[in-house]
């Protein structure tokens, strides 16, 4: 039955409702105000749901990137470590702040202790995590939380060139030494090494509220 759940995830959306929090009376107004209006249905609200979530992890990822790019050739990888405990939260807290959304990275295997799923995450979590161990290809999704009032989008994130190595790689191989000792420094509880090229990292999580996803359409 698990693994059924597991690959049914993978082939579509899962949208059902979590017991969240009870959608406000405002809220629910304003939603269904703008959808009368502009005649909008569900599966027209999910689709730009995915659509900007897509957008928004893509420009997370470009700004994460190019800052710790820049901060490697500055200061090298143990540098680099600094920057992402510092820096990290901080530019994704920004970005989610200028959307009106909330966007994080959370992982099984985590760096940072802030980045462990929230219950709502930990199932869809695990069935990329089953897809990944068994060569089963994994797409975003959409699942309806907080009674429909907020959409979540997540998406995979896989281990795609030797730069994430030098830092999350096989200590004595990819991970120098001075890597190494500056991670136990930051993060005596780290899991995030011992990754190998195309392994799941973690994923991306989004949380969309679905008035400002129809105020896009």
Known sequence: MKNNFYFFLAATALLSCGPQERVSKETFEEVNRNMEVKRLTEAEI??????????ITKEA????????QQAIENQ??????????ANATSILGSLGESHSVQIKRVSNRYRNPSDQPEPVEQPILEAYEYNAENGIKSDPNIQKIQNGEVL??????????SMCLSCHGEPG?????????KLSE?????????HRMGDLRG???????????????
């Open 152 to 161: 979540l989008y997540t998406k995979p994130i896989v281990i795609s060139n």
């Open 186 to 194: 930051k993060y005596p509880a780290d899991r995030a090494l011992g």
């Open 46 to 55: 999910i689709n730009e749901a995915m659509i900007w979530g897509d957008s």
């Open 203 to 217: 994923m991306w999580s989004v949380k969309l509220p679905k008035k400002e996803v129809v105020k896009r359409l």
């Open 173 to 181: 191989k990819e991970v120098s030494e001075g890597t190494l000792a």
């Open 61 to 68: 990822q470009n700004q994460l990137i190019t800052q710790l």
């Open 76 to 85: 090298g990888f143990p540098g680099a470590i600094e920057f992402c405990q």
